[in-house]
Protein backbone atom coordinates (compact mmCIF):
# COMPACT_ATOMS: atom_id res chain seq x y z
CA UNK A 1 0.00 0.00 0.00
CA UNK A 2 2.73 2.60 1.36
CA UNK A 3 6.06 2.22 -0.09
CA UNK A 4 9.30 4.50 0.59
CA UNK A 5 11.90 3.93 -1.71
CA UNK A 6 15.46 5.36 -0.66
CA UNK A 7 13.94 8.91 0.58
CA UNK A 8 17.11 11.49 1.64
CA UNK A 9 16.21 14.64 2.39
CA UNK A 10 18.48 17.50 2.50
CA UNK A 11 18.32 21.41 4.17
CA UNK A 12 20.04 24.42 3.86
CA UNK A 13 20.97 25.65 6.99
CA UNK A 14 23.08 28.70 6.43
CA UNK A 15 25.63 28.16 3.73
CA UNK A 16 25.55 24.13 4.59
CA UNK A 17 23.29 21.40 3.40
CA UNK A 18 22.12 19.60 6.72
CA UNK A 19 21.00 15.66 5.66
CA UNK A 20 17.63 15.14 7.12
CA UNK A 21 17.18 12.02 6.05
CA UNK A 22 19.33 9.17 4.45
CA UNK A 23 18.32 7.28 2.37
CA UNK A 24 15.25 5.83 3.99
CA UNK A 25 13.24 2.59 2.94
CA UNK A 26 10.17 0.47 3.78
CA UNK A 27 7.04 -0.40 2.37
CA UNK A 28 3.53 -0.95 4.76
CA UNK A 29 -0.03 -2.94 3.96
CA UNK A 30 -3.29 -2.07 4.78
CA UNK A 31 -3.53 -3.04 8.66
CA UNK A 32 0.01 -2.39 9.12
CA UNK A 33 0.70 -0.54 12.30
CA UNK A 34 4.29 1.29 11.56
CA UNK A 35 6.22 3.19 14.74
CA UNK A 36 8.57 5.30 13.84
CA UNK A 37 10.72 6.23 16.72
CA UNK A 38 13.72 8.50 17.54
CA UNK A 39 15.64 11.28 19.52
CA UNK A 40 14.63 14.51 18.58
CA UNK A 41 15.81 16.42 15.81
CA UNK A 42 16.57 12.63 14.00
CA UNK A 43 13.71 13.25 11.15
CA UNK A 44 10.46 11.82 12.44
CA UNK A 45 8.30 14.65 11.45
CA UNK A 46 10.29 15.07 8.26
CA UNK A 47 10.04 11.37 7.07
CA UNK A 48 6.33 12.16 8.07
CA UNK A 49 5.94 15.16 5.91
CA UNK A 50 7.29 13.18 3.14
CA UNK A 51 4.67 10.45 3.33
CA UNK A 52 2.29 12.93 3.37
CA UNK A 53 3.27 14.65 0.35
CA UNK A 54 3.30 18.28 2.71
CA UNK A 55 7.01 17.67 1.55
CA UNK A 56 8.84 16.59 -1.77
CA UNK A 57 12.27 14.27 -0.79
CA UNK A 58 15.64 15.78 -2.34
CA UNK A 59 15.84 12.18 -3.53
CA UNK A 60 13.76 9.06 -3.51
CA UNK A 61 9.82 8.83 -3.97
CA UNK A 62 7.15 7.39 -2.01
CA UNK A 63 4.18 5.78 -3.67
CA UNK A 64 0.56 5.39 -1.77
CA UNK A 65 -1.93 2.67 -3.50
CA UNK A 66 0.89 2.52 -6.74
CA UNK A 67 0.16 6.28 -7.22
CA UNK A 68 3.56 8.30 -6.96
CA UNK A 69 2.82 10.83 -4.33
CA UNK A 70 6.25 12.44 -4.99
CA UNK A 71 5.79 13.09 -8.64
CA UNK A 72 2.66 15.29 -8.17
CA UNK A 73 2.31 18.82 -8.13
CA UNK A 74 0.80 20.86 -5.32
CA UNK A 75 -2.79 20.34 -6.22
CA UNK A 76 -2.20 16.68 -8.00
CA UNK A 77 -0.76 16.14 -3.56
CA UNK A 78 -3.43 17.81 -1.88
CA UNK A 79 -5.90 16.23 -4.14
CA UNK A 80 -4.61 12.71 -3.00
CA UNK A 81 -4.08 13.87 0.13
CA UNK A 82 -7.43 14.30 0.76
CA UNK A 83 -8.46 11.38 -0.54
CA UNK A 84 -6.44 9.12 0.82
CA UNK A 85 -4.37 10.21 4.05
CA UNK A 86 -5.41 11.56 6.96
CA UNK A 87 -2.66 13.18 9.30
CA UNK A 88 -2.99 13.85 13.29
CA UNK A 89 -0.76 15.95 14.45
CA UNK A 90 1.08 16.51 18.21
CA UNK A 91 -1.00 19.85 18.68
CA UNK A 92 -4.89 18.49 17.14
CA UNK A 93 -4.87 21.54 14.82
CA UNK A 94 -8.50 21.92 15.63
CA UNK A 95 -9.74 25.03 13.81
CA UNK A 96 -10.24 27.09 17.02
CA UNK A 97 -13.74 28.97 15.93
CA UNK A 98 -15.43 25.93 14.77
CA UNK A 99 -17.49 23.32 17.03
CA UNK A 100 -16.49 19.70 16.82
CA UNK A 101 -19.14 18.82 14.58
CA UNK A 102 -17.80 21.58 11.94
CA UNK A 103 -13.66 20.57 12.58
CA UNK A 104 -14.96 17.20 11.86
CA UNK A 105 -17.04 18.05 8.59
CA UNK A 106 -14.79 20.44 7.31
CA UNK A 107 -12.48 18.45 5.21
CA UNK A 108 -15.96 17.12 3.90
CA UNK A 109 -16.76 20.50 3.01
CA UNK A 110 -13.70 21.27 0.70
CA UNK A 111 -14.95 18.15 -1.06
CA UNK A 112 -18.21 19.52 -1.96
CA UNK A 113 -19.97 15.94 -0.71
CA UNK A 114 -23.93 16.63 -0.52
CA UNK A 115 -25.64 17.66 2.90
CA UNK A 116 -27.05 14.70 4.49
CA UNK A 117 -23.92 12.56 3.62
CA UNK A 118 -21.88 14.83 5.47
CA UNK A 119 -24.03 14.76 8.48
CA UNK A 120 -24.14 10.78 8.80
CA UNK A 121 -20.68 10.71 8.36
CA UNK A 122 -19.94 13.26 10.71
CA UNK A 123 -22.13 12.07 13.02
CA UNK A 124 -20.77 8.21 12.71
CA UNK A 125 -17.41 9.35 13.24
CA UNK A 126 -18.32 11.35 16.30
CA UNK A 127 -19.84 7.82 18.13
CA UNK A 128 -16.78 6.01 16.76
CA UNK A 129 -14.72 8.43 19.02
CA UNK A 130 -17.35 8.51 21.79
CA UNK A 131 -17.73 12.88 21.58
CA UNK A 132 -21.46 12.69 19.94
CA UNK A 133 -22.35 14.69 22.85
CA UNK A 134 -19.79 17.28 22.59
CA UNK A 135 -20.90 17.98 18.92
CA UNK A 136 -21.74 21.40 19.78
CA UNK A 137 -18.48 22.29 22.40
CA UNK A 138 -15.39 24.21 20.95
CA UNK A 139 -11.96 22.74 21.12
CA UNK A 140 -11.23 24.97 23.98
CA UNK A 141 -14.46 23.82 26.15
CA UNK A 142 -12.77 20.02 25.37
CA UNK A 143 -9.80 18.32 27.22
CA UNK A 144 -6.40 17.74 25.13
CA UNK A 145 -7.49 14.16 24.81
CA UNK A 146 -10.97 14.93 23.80
CA UNK A 147 -9.70 17.24 21.47
CA UNK A 148 -7.26 14.65 19.93
CA UNK A 149 -9.96 12.42 19.34
CA UNK A 150 -11.83 15.09 17.52
CA UNK A 151 -8.62 15.31 15.56
CA UNK A 152 -8.65 11.80 14.62
CA UNK A 153 -12.39 11.42 13.77
CA UNK A 154 -11.62 15.06 11.27
CA UNK A 155 -8.47 12.75 9.95
CA UNK A 156 -11.13 9.41 9.25
CA UNK A 157 -13.36 11.31 7.96
CA UNK A 158 -12.38 10.56 4.09
CA UNK A 159 -11.86 6.92 4.64
CA UNK A 160 -8.18 7.16 4.18
CA UNK A 161 -6.17 4.64 3.24
CA UNK A 162 -3.23 5.88 5.56
CA UNK A 163 -3.67 7.84 9.03
CA UNK A 164 -0.12 9.33 9.95
CA UNK A 165 0.75 10.47 13.43
CA UNK A 166 2.98 12.94 14.69
CA UNK A 167 3.64 12.13 17.96
CA UNK A 168 -0.27 12.11 18.61
CA UNK A 169 0.38 11.30 22.14
CA UNK A 170 3.28 13.91 22.96
CA UNK A 171 0.84 16.22 24.98
CA UNK A 172 -1.50 14.11 26.72
CA UNK A 173 -1.22 12.21 30.22
CA UNK A 174 -0.69 8.70 30.20
CA UNK A 175 -3.89 7.52 30.51
CA UNK A 176 -5.37 9.90 27.86
CA UNK A 177 -2.54 8.71 25.75
CA UNK A 178 -3.34 4.97 26.25
CA UNK A 179 -7.48 5.94 25.73
CA UNK A 180 -6.07 7.63 22.49
CA UNK A 181 -4.10 4.68 21.40
CA UNK A 182 -6.16 2.45 21.64
CA UNK A 183 -8.87 4.25 19.84
CA UNK A 184 -6.10 4.51 16.87
CA UNK A 185 -5.75 0.91 17.12
CA UNK A 186 -9.29 -0.01 17.20
CA UNK A 187 -10.21 2.39 14.01
CA UNK A 188 -6.87 0.61 12.31
CA UNK A 189 -8.68 -2.64 12.84
CA UNK A 190 -11.84 -1.23 12.10
CA UNK A 191 -11.00 0.85 8.70
CA UNK A 192 -8.23 -1.88 7.33
CA UNK A 193 -6.07 1.97 7.12
CA UNK A 194 -2.56 1.84 7.84
CA UNK A 195 -1.05 3.44 10.93
CA UNK A 196 2.07 5.06 10.59
CA UNK A 197 3.13 7.48 13.45
CA UNK A 198 6.35 8.50 15.89
CA UNK A 199 6.06 8.18 18.94
CA UNK A 200 8.77 8.73 21.91
CA UNK A 201 6.17 6.17 23.65
CA UNK A 202 7.60 2.52 24.21
CA UNK A 203 4.05 1.32 24.82
CA UNK A 204 3.06 2.26 21.12
CA UNK A 205 6.08 0.64 20.01
CA UNK A 206 4.68 -2.33 22.00
CA UNK A 207 1.75 -2.14 19.65
CA UNK A 208 3.04 -1.86 16.17
CA UNK A 209 3.49 -4.26 13.42
CA UNK A 210 6.93 -2.86 12.69
CA UNK A 211 9.07 -0.54 14.63
CA UNK A 212 11.22 1.95 12.55
CA UNK A 213 14.31 3.94 14.31
CA UNK A 214 15.93 6.82 12.96
CA UNK A 215 19.21 8.25 14.28
CA UNK A 216 20.16 11.33 12.48
CA UNK A 217 18.25 10.34 9.23
CA UNK A 218 19.08 7.11 8.98
CA UNK A 219 16.98 3.89 9.60
CA UNK A 220 18.80 1.17 11.55
CA UNK A 221 17.54 -1.99 10.37
P1 LIG B 1 12.05 15.08 14.63
O1 LIG B 1 10.63 15.17 14.18
O2 LIG B 1 12.55 13.66 14.74
O3 LIG B 1 12.30 15.84 15.90
P2 LIG B 1 12.60 16.70 12.29
O4 LIG B 1 12.17 15.85 11.15
O5 LIG B 1 11.70 17.78 12.73
O6 LIG B 1 13.00 15.74 13.52
O7 LIG B 1 14.00 17.36 11.95
C1 LIG B 1 15.11 16.61 11.46
C2 LIG B 1 16.28 17.54 11.22
O8 LIG B 1 16.01 18.37 10.09
C3 LIG B 1 16.57 18.48 12.37
O9 LIG B 1 17.97 18.64 12.47
C4 LIG B 1 15.90 19.77 11.95
O10 LIG B 1 16.56 20.89 12.51
C5 LIG B 1 16.07 19.73 10.45
N1 LIG B 1 14.97 20.44 9.75
C6 LIG B 1 13.66 20.07 9.74
N2 LIG B 1 12.92 20.90 8.97
C7 LIG B 1 13.79 21.83 8.48
C8 LIG B 1 13.66 22.96 7.62
N3 LIG B 1 12.49 23.31 7.09
N4 LIG B 1 14.78 23.69 7.34
C9 LIG B 1 15.98 23.33 7.86
N5 LIG B 1 16.18 22.27 8.66
C10 LIG B 1 15.10 21.52 8.98
MG1 LIG C 1 9.00 16.04 15.07
Known amino acids: MIQVHEVSQEFMVGNSVHLALQNI ?9 VAIMGPSGSGKSTLLNIIGGLLTPTRGSVSINGVKVSSLNDNEASALRRKLIG ?3 QNFNLIPVLSAYANVEYPLLLQER ?9 MDLLQKVGLEKYAKSLPSQMSGGQQQRIAIARALISNPKVLLGD ?7 ERTAREVIDLMLRLNVDLGACLIFSTHDQRVADVASRVCRLHNGAMDS
Not at 25 to 33: H, L, M, R, V
Not at 167 to 172: D, F, I, R, S, V
Open 114 to 122: PPRERRERV
Open 167 to 173: EPTANLD
Open 87 to 89: FVF
Open 25 to 33: TFAAASGDI
